[in-house]
């Protein structure tokens, strides 16, 4: 990953148009490969759920209780288990990744209401 955060972005002659999808996605798929993002684009890595919290039943001397799990550790970029929030930043990534290199994503037909999965099978 580079150090801006920011997903690679092509000129304006080579942005998918319509017209060039073999070439387009053929460098959107090796980038995303690159950048451990292809997973979320595929939808291979679904969106995880937050760990539910363990609840302690009430015995006949103490109340019930309810004990928030552990934090768990974070994971690296390339992780296929993600949790929650890092999988939010993975995958907001990989669609900007989409979004930046269409030339007109919205007449395009591009999804931008979900998931990178969703707006890669929308194009």
């Known amino acids: ?19 060039n999808w073999h070439s387009w ?24 759920t937050e760990p539910s919290p363990v609840v302690v039943a009430a015995t006949p001397t103490t109340p019930a209780t309810t004990i928030a799990p ?13 949790l929650l929030d890092e999988w939010t930043v993975r995958d ?3 669609i900007g990744l989409i979004l930046y290199n269409c030339a007109n994503p919205v007449g395009l037909g ?8 969703k707006a890669w099978k929308s194009l």
């Open 92 to 94: 907001a990534w990989a």
């Open 25 to 48: 996605s053929r460098w959107i798929l090796t980038t995303a490969k690159i950048c451990s993002v292809e997973k979320y684009l595929t939808g291979v890595i679904p969106k995880p």
């Open 110 to 117: 591009m999804a931008a209401d979900g998931d990178a999965a």
């Open 70 to 82: 552990d934090a768990p550790e974070p994971t690296l970029w390339y992780s296929d288990n993600p």
């Open 1 to 19: 990953m580079s150090s801006t955060h920011i997903p690679p972005i092509l000129p304006d002659g080579q942005k998918f148009d319509g017209t």
